[in-house]
């Protein structure tokens, strides 16, 4: 079983329209959480980190982070077709820097 | 300009060979990572480095291992590669600590035969 799951799998949201995007935690070593955005045939790119408890907000983009829970979500409003694109959400592992990542939530943004 | 380097960007071999993946930094970044990304998989970690001659196995380390003999190089390398193992391999760096998040390069493409 994967570390890092994500929900959902995949995402349809119209333009201007709120996604949310969450994910947990399995292993209770986690120290960091950040969150991924990867377009279609590019590399990963760090859109946003949490590391305490409560929410974080930079610009249309929103994390919150539930430690007791191992629970982070990503909230993104206005929706824009450029935010269509495959989110990540990693963790890092006390004791060794391991950064695991889940498989994903691929994000569509209808015009 | 911070980056990561991976070369080749695109390559087919055919079972059997071997295959050598290289990944370069110029950040001095102590430690970098390889992973590998399937679809509907994410992206699953092969090994990681902590600096020179410092290195741990990730999640999917069998058939696989790797090589650092300088702090700003990372190599991957397939000993008679499979066809299970055609996958996107993606380098990462990042300074070190648990709160850093790794910096990807653009990842090679392998196509097993």
């Known amino acids: 079983q994967q570390k890092v799951q994500q929900s959902p799998e995949s995402l349809i949201v119209p333009e201007g329209g709120m996604a949310s995007l969450n994910c947990t935690s399995s292993d209770r070593n986690v120290d960091y959480f950040w969150w991924y955005r990867q377009h279609s045939g590019k590399s990963p790119k760090m859109l946003m980190s949490i590391f305490s408890n409560g929410e974080k907000e930079e610009g249309r983009f929103t994390v919150h982070l539930n430690k007791a829970s191992l629970h982070t979500s990503l909230h993104i409003r206005d929706s824009q077709p450029s935010d269509s694109a495959l989110y990540l959400c990693?963790?890092?592992?006390?004791?060794?820097?391991?950064?695991?990542f889940g498989s994903g939530t691929r994000l569509l943004v209808s015009p | 300009d911070m980056k990561v380097t991976q070369m080749p960007r695109y390559l087919i071999k055919r079972m059997g060979e071997n295959v050598l993946l290289e990944c370069g930094q110029d950040m001095s970044h102590e430690t970098m990572y390889w992973y590998r990304q399937d679809p509907g998989l994410g992206l699953q970690l092969i090994y990681i480095?902590?600096?020179?001659?410092?290195?741990s196995e990730g999640d999917i380390p069998k058939g696989y291992r790797v090589s650092r003999k300088k702090r700003e190089h990372f190599s991957l390398i397939l000993d008679s590669a499979k066809t299970n193992q055609t996958s996107v391999y993606f380098c990462?760096?990042?300074?070190?600590?648990?709160?850093?998040?790794?910096?990807f390069g653009e990842g090679t493409r392998l196509s097993v035969l």
């Open positions: 480095s902590y600096d020179v001659d410092s290195n």
């Open positions: 990693a963790a890092s592992m006390a004791g060794g820097y391991k950064v695991v």
């Open positions: 990462a760096s990042s300074l070190g600590g648990n709160n850093q998040a790794p910096l």
